[in-house]
């Protein structure tokens, strides 16, 4: 990992402190789901009331729900329902789709997209990967949207703040960087997360830093500058966490991040963030997302994504695939790439009401 911020870089002491409140902590998920819990390998264990872990639907928004991989288990924190305008946030979807298949929009017709951030914890340790949308709004071409919920999700499943050891961005839109900082009674902005190191992509701040990106950016004093203050920057194949790598998916952002999480029995699950807003941009690929930034280099990140994708023993979780944010890629007969979702146990009904 590199740093090349005036910022101290992840020092030992820091690791230290870390691993020890992490070792104090409750593991609350680990109790909320131990008799609840969806594990890949095996779709349908049985639990004490034999209830079959269930895929929810594409049209609603997600779920607080977990999965176990081999040693890791992910969580997906929910903080913000949103409804994406089709036209207006997927305008490279041709409308016809969207007629031919109306089972992929809510009743008002729009993108079911939840917002939030994916909890992924594998001993004593926790990292979290994105924070929601939080107190941000959405432009209204885009659709509309409603968060702050992360903490008080956090809170349902007994996940003290102070127990997350590192927070990880894919990137830096404003409906994945909503809960970074919080003001205290003073109005200072200090990290909702006390203990843990925030990590961002090298190729990612720079650009953000330098305000060369306006599209999704988030609040200069309420979020950059306090990030500038703890940030700690990677590159493209560093190990961020262990058993985590980043793989630079750039496109939608200059430095977007995929996390590659490696669990025991060489399984693999690729958070691979806004590289795909919808189901349809697995099977097409070519068709953009409307605040992508570079067009071209999205459509070669996703050719790099759909091999890792496709590789065996591999699974993804996806922040706005509606209630179905754990899934696998699978190839058909013709070679079409289709989004497979998998059984993941719900913990806790999705937490925000948007009308
Ligand atoms: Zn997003």
């Known amino acids: 990992m590199t740093d090349r911020t005036d910022h101290p870089k992840l020092s030992r002491r820091a690791t230290l402190r870390a691993a020890l409140a992490t070792a104090t902590a409750t593991t609350g998920v680990l109790a909320a789901a131990a008799s609840a819990h969806g594990r890949a390998d095996d779709p349908h264990p049985p639990g004490p009331t034999h209830r079959r872990p269930r895929t929810g639907a594409l049209n609603v928004q997600s779920a607080v729900r977990t999965l176990t991989v081999g040693d890791v288990r992910l969580t997906y924190v929910v903080d913000a329902a949103m409804e994406l305008d089709p036209a207006g946030f997927l305008p490279a979807v041709p409308a016809d789709h969207w007629r031919e298949h109306p089972g992929d929009l809510t009743p008002s017709g729009r993108i079911a997209a939840s917002a939030g951030g994916l909890l992924v914890e594998r001993g004593r340790r926790r990292l979290l990967i994105d924070v929601g949308l939080g107190g941000n709004v959405l432009d209204p071409s885009l659709g509309i949207a409603r968060g702050g919920a992360l903490l008080r999700t956090l809170r349902a499943l007994k996940v003290p703040e102070r ?193």
Not at 220 to 227: I, K, N
Not at 258 to 274: E, K, P, Q, W
């Open 163 to 355: 127990s997350i050891d590192t927070v990880a961005f894919t990137h830096l839109h404003t409906d994945h960087t909503g809960i970074g900082f919080l003001r205290d009674d003073h109005q200072a902005t200090r990290p909702a997360f006390p203990r843990a190191d925030y990590l961002v992509a090298d190729r990612e701040w720079g650009p953000f830093w330098r305000r060369e990106v306006t599209v999704g950016a988030p609040s200069w004093d309420e979020f950059m500058v306090p990030l500038s203050r703890v940030v700690h920057r990677f590159d493209d194949g560093d190990e961020i966490w262990p058993g985590v790598r980043a793989l630079i998916t750039p496109g939608h952002s200059p430095g977007h991040t995929t996390y590659v999480i490696s669990a025991t029995g060489g399984r693999r699950i690729l958070v691979f963030g806004d590289a795909f807003h919808t189901p349809a941009q697995i099977t097409r690929p070519d068709w953009p997302s409307g605040p992508d930034t570079d067009v071209d280099v999205v459509l070669q990140a996703r050719r790099t994504l759909l091999a890792s994708l496709t590789a065996p023993r591999t699974l993804a979780f996806a922040f706005h695939f509606g209630d179905q944010a754990f899934g696998r890629v699978v190839r058909d007969a013709t070679g079409t790439a289709r989004w497979h979702p998998v059984p993941a146990r719900a913990l806790l009904p999705h937490p925000v009401r948007l009308t």
